[in-house]
C-alpha cells in the first residue's frame, strides 16, 4: 500500500492509544476540548491534536478491532474444540490431529512443478532444490486449509455470533462511477490512484469480487491520485473525461490493465482506440475540466484519514492496502444479512 507507514506496537499501548479514538458514528468522531498543552496564550486542545493524527488514529482502530476479533475468535474456537473432542472421547490434541493432521497429504510432483514453474524466475534453484522449500510450503497451506473449514463448520454447527462492532466510516457513494445495483446490500468504495501497483493490484481483487457476488455487491471509485507520482492526476482526469461520453469504465479498466500508458499522449491514444469522441476528450482533458470533482475525493478521502491507497471501505468498513479476495469474503459474509434487511426496509 502506497505510503502508509505502519508502526508496530504492543496490545497494551495499541489499546491505550485507541482510547483517544471516539467511537465512529459516520466518520470517527471529533474529540473534546480537553487542553493537552499551552503555548503562550494558546491552547492545544485535543480535538486539533486528533485532526493531525486522523490517519494513524483511524489506523489504530482497524488494528485494535482486529486484535480483539482475533482473540474472541481464538476463545471461542478452543471451546468449540473441547466440546467437539469430548463427544468424540478425543483430548482436544488428539482431536485436532484426527481431524486436520492426519488428512494432510504430501504434494505430487505434478502439483510441485506447477508451483515451481510459476516462481522458477524469481530464484536460481533447481526444482530438486525448492522441493525442500515447497514441500513443507505446500503442506502447511493444506493443513491451514482444513483448520479453516473445521472451524467454519463447529461455528456453524454451534451457533456462533460475533457481536463485537467493527469500526465503521460514514463514507460517500453517490454521485461516483459505480458497478452494480444502488440498492445492493453491500457497497464498496475504493479510494485508488491509477498509477499505483498497488492499486493496481486491488483492482484484480474488486473484479473477482464482482464476479463472485453478482448484483450483491456495488463498487464505487473515488480518486486518490499521489502528487508524488507524475501522470496520476493526468488519469484521473481522462478517466472522468471518458466517463462524461460514457465510458468511464472501459478506460477505468484499460487504464489499469498497464500502469506504464499513463502520459497525456497515451491517455489520448487509449481514447482514439476506445472509440471516444477525441476532440471533445481532448479538449476535457487539456482544460482539466473535472479537477473540481477530483479534489472533492481526494478531501474526503483525507478526511476519512485515507493518506495512500488503495484504501476500500465495505459499507463503511475499511480495508487498508491490497487485500485478497478471502479478506473482503470475511467482511462481505458479515455484511450481506444486516446490508439486505437494511435495503428491504428503505
Not at 25 to 34: I, V
Not at 72 to 99: F, G, N, R, T, W
Not at 328 to 342: H, Y
Request: glycine share 6%.
Amino acid at each position: 500500500m502506497r505510503s502508509i507507514g505502519r508502526t508496530f506496537v504492543t496490545t497494551a499501548a495499541l489499546v491505550g492509544l485507541c482510547a483517544a479514538v471516539r467511537p465512529a458514528t459516520g466518520r470517527a468522531a471529533a474529540s473534546n476540548d480537553t487542553v493537552v498543552a499551552t503555548v503562550g496564550s494558546y491552547n492545544i486542545t485535543e480535538q486539533e491534536v486528533d485532526g493531525k493524527l486522523t490517519a494513524q488514529l483511524a489506523s489504530l482502530q482497524i488494528q485494535l478491532y482486529d486484535l480483539k476479533r482475533t482473540a474472541v475468535e481464538e476463545i471461542a474456537d478452543a471451546l468449540l474444540v473441547e466440546q467437539a473432542a469430548k463427544k468424540a472421547h478425543l483430548s482436544p490434541a488428539a482431536y485436532l490431529k484426527q481431524q486436520i493432521d492426519d488428512k494432510v497429504t504430501q504434494p505430487s510432483d505434478a502439483d510441485l512443478h506447477k508451483l515451481y514453474d510459476q516462481f522458477k524466475g524469481r530464484s536460481n534453484d533447481t526444482f530438486d532444490q525448492a522441493k525442500l522449500v515447497l514441500i513443507p510450503s505446500m503442506m502447511d497451506r493444506q493443513r491451514q486449509q482444513l483448520h479453516d473449514e473445521l472451524m467454519q463448520k463447529l461455528r456453524a454447527a454451534h451457533g456462533y455470533k460475533l457481536l463485537l462492532k467493527p469500526p465503521r466510516f460514514d463514507v460517500k457513494a453517490d454521485g461516483r462511477p459505480s458497478l452494480g445495483p444502488s440498492k445492493a446490500p453491500v457497497t464498496i468504495v475504493e479510494f485508488a490512484d491509477y498509477q499505483d501497483p498497488y492499486s493496481g493490484r486491488s483492482e484484480s481483487t474488486l473484479k473477482q469480487i464482482r464476479a463472485n457476488y453478482g448484483d450483491k455487491v456495488r463498487v464505487v471509485f473515488a480518486d486518490f491520485p499521489s502528487p508524488k507520482l507524475p501522470n496520476a492526476m493526468d488519469a484521473a482526469r481522462a478517466a472522468r473525461c471518458a466517463g462524461e461520453q460514457g465510458k468511464f469504465w472501459e478506460f477505468h479498466d484499460t487504464l489499469f490493465a498497464d500502469q506504464t500508458k499513463l502520459a497525456v499522449t497515451d491517455l489520448k491514444a487509449t481514447a482514439a482506440k476506445l472509440k471516444l469522441d477525441t476532440v471533445k476528450f481532448g479538449d476535457c482533458l487539456d482544460k482539466h475540466k473535472y479537477d473540481s470533482d477530483i479534489e472533492k475525493d481526494i478531501a474526503e478521502g483525507k478526511s476519512l484519514g485515507v493518506e495512500g491507497t488503495p484504501v476500500s471501505y465495505v459499507n463503511g468498513r475499511p480495508v487498508l492496502g491490497s487485500q485478497p479476495a478471502a479478506k473482503f469474503d470475511r467482511i462481505i459474509a458479515d455484511e450481506l444479512p444486516t446490508g439486505a434487511a437494511k435495503q428491504a426496509a428503505k
